[in-house]
């Protein structure tokens, strides 16, 4: 999504804010653009649809320099993908402002301007801030003011930078809503959307927190907070090593980050052995936390959802805690009733998605006990605002469809049934027996990834087709739905999950000689329910491919594909089975010629609403 860099510094600075760009380019973004100060005090300005290294060229071929500056990839919200669109936006040749987010007023707004002379020429809603900056750096206002000023009418959610050339040396910014942190340098100050985009020249930062502005300059940083006044913000050094994208040999990210699963798997469980009360792997006072829980209320969205939902099986049938889980853009504007002691859940593998925040800031004073967050990034938005972090060891996930994310969140997850069902009903036995299942899942894991041959060739038959369905009993039910996202996401078929003993509810009539049903089939104790629904498929003509161990009793044989999948614990199922159907999904894409890692209309981090 958007990402937004700047510089205030001493030395040419338009290298460092391409740099910055590249390390954002992963999240999905359709133009970029950048704007200086020269040394004669003018607005330099290359912006246009496309790759970071198309600005790249426009840059070699007609070099802007300058020490002051701000640039920006984006992801379109309001009007098209194109130039004209593309960040930073400029008024009146001397103020250039990049942001995230969406102003939601900018209707009301931009008639306003447009009757007081301002001619827009771009569609997007951003255009209305450049404006009102404008006009309020032009009836004399300081910057930090007019951007002060400029906030104060804005609804929606934003992270802003923009320069001035009557402030040659200075950037002003401002957050509510998405992200945006300072980089510190010696004799230098950077802002950007993430970290990530700074660590070439800093490790030292300050997360800016909701409605703060600020102002920076090679050697000044001011910060002030949502009522103006000035203030001091927490510092923060990151030390751990930024780790280098790198394709290591495999064709796209997403192949090479279906394979990392076994190691990811094993170092996120690996926790578990530096602290074997376990209740610290989520945090400092996690333990007491835990002994008031009665509850637990998960909320996250896509593939984050569908860990919560599988989840919610293990945290009832194993913990026999209650469990509700809900997507984050539903839960945030939902009137509710939330049970005494209930534990606040968010599942995030960027840990900035714009509605899970939004849910756990929106949570009432004293709603919940507390709230924990299973994220992957540390230092991300969810993290820093939860009381309780479990962070899986994935390693930075590129492609756009979560792969190693989801099943890392799993463990995660898993995890915390254990903690929370030592203090309830799970016994000592099934605690021992669900930990050992996550030490050997790697294996199984492992074993699943050898199938990939096998699962190339049944993926074959996707090709031609337009729809899927995915069905599924019990814990499988949102295994299914995670295989149908994943298909649906990078190979543009249409899928669709169904907990099997609803076909004949209405989805029966999809059903024909054209359509492919897979089936999320171990042995358990649903499997007898799942093979008279198959049946039913069957009967219509459906062409089933079957996901099922040797114990389930399944044969390939006319309209029936077998996928012989390996016999595991039953705990462990869902993400073993995961693992299978991300495959399917990924050669059914590469087949299809689709864009795998970066699909088309998504982007990796949703830090929009
Ligand atoms: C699908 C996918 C998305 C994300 C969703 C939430 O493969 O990756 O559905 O799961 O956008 O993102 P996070 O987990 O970063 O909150």
Request: hydrophobic fraction near 45%; aromatic fraction near 6%.
């Amino acid at each position: 999504m958007c990402g937004i860099v700047a510089a205030a510094a001493r030395r040419e600075v338009s290298e460092i804010l391409l740099e910055g760009l590249r390390r954002l380019e992963y999240r999905g973004y359709d133009s970029a653009g950048m704007a200086l100060i020269d040394n004669e005090h003018n607005l330099q300005l290359h912006k246009q649809q496309g790759k970071v290294c198309e600005l790249e060229k426009a840059q070699k071929l007609r070099p802007h320099l300058g020490c002051t500056g701000i640039a920006h990839t984006r992801w379109a919200t309001h009007g098209e993908p194109s130039g004209v669109n593309a960040h930073p936006h400029i008024s009146g040749q001397r103020i250039a402002l990049v942001h995230n987010g969406i102003i939601e007023n900018h209707m009301r707004l931009r008639e306003e301007l447009m009757a007081q002379g301002y001619e827009f020429a771009s569609a997007t809603d951003t255009e209305v801030v450049v404006h009102l900056l404008h006009r309020a750096l032009e009836g004399g206002k300081s910057l930090l003011k007019a951007m002060q000023d400029t906030v104060g009418r804005l609804d929606g959610a934003y992270a802003l930078a923009a320069i001035d050339v009557d402030h040659p040396d200075q950037v002003v910014a401002a957050r509510k809503g998405s992200p945006l942190v300072i980089g510190i340098g010696i004799g230098e100050n950077f802002l950007a959307s993430d970290q990530l985009a700074l660590r070439q020249v800093t490790d030292r930062f300050i997360f800016l927190e909701e409605g703060d502005v600020v102002l920076i300059s090679p050697s000044t940083l001011q910060i002030f907070d949502q009522a103006g006044a000035p203030v001091e913000r927490k510092k923060s050094l990151i030390s751990e090593a930024v780790e280098v994208a790198d394709l290591g040999g495999f064709d796209h990210y997403m192949l090479k980050e279906i394979h990392e699963q076994p190691r990811a798997l094993a170092a996120t469980f690996a926790q578990a052995a530096n602290y074997p009360g376990i209740d610290e792997c989520f945090g400092a006072g996690a333990g007491a936390v835990f002994d008031r829980v009665k509850a637990v209320q998960i909320v996250a969205c896509g593939t984050s959802f569908h860990a919560g939902m599988v989840a919610r099986y293990w945290l009832e049938e194993l913990a026999g805690i209650p469990c509700q889980v809900e997507v984050a853009s539903e839960f945030r504007y939902r009137k509710r009733v939330t049970h005494a002691d209930t534990l606040l859940v968010t599942v995030s593998q960027s840990g900035e998605t714009a509605d899970s925040l939004a849910a756990l800031r929106n949570a009432q004073p004293g709603e919940f006990v507390a709230s924990l967050v299973v994220s992957n990034v540390a230092n991300s938005s969810l993290v820093r605002d939860s009381d309780l972090v479990f962070l899986t060891k994935a390693g930075m996930e590129i492609g756009v469809a979560s792969t190693k994310a989801f099943t890392t969140q799993l463990v995660g997850l898993l995890m915390l049934t254990v903690a929370l069902g030592r203090r309830s009903s799970m016994s000592e036995q099934k605690q021992q027996d669900v930990l050992a299942a996550l030490r050997g899942l790697p294996e199984y894991v492992q074993q699943t990834l050898e199938l990939n041959d096998d699962i190339e060739r049944l993926s074959e038959a996707f090709i031609p087709k337009h729809h899927a369905l995915f069905l599924g009993r019990g814990i499988q039910y949102p295994i299914a739905m995670e295989g149908a996202l994943k298909l649906k996401e990078i190979s543009y078929i249409h899928a669709e999950a169904y907990p099997a003993g609803e076909l004949k509810h209405g989805p029966l009539a999809l059903v024909d000689d054209d359509m492919p049903v897979v089936a999320v089939a171990p042995s358990d104790d649903l499997l007898e329910k799942l093979k008279s629904n198959l049946e039913e498929v069957r009967s219509r003509g459906g062409e089933l491919f079957v996901f099922a161990d040797r114990q389930a009793g399944f044969k390939s044989e006319a309209r029936v594909q077998v996928l012989p999948m390996p016999h595991c614990p039953e705990v462990i199922k869902p993400i073993v089975y995961t693992v299978a159907l991300q495959l399917l999904s990924y050669h059914v894409a590469l087949q299809k010629g689709t864009d795998v890692d970066k699909p088309r209309n998504l982007a990796k981090s949703v830090t929009v609403e």
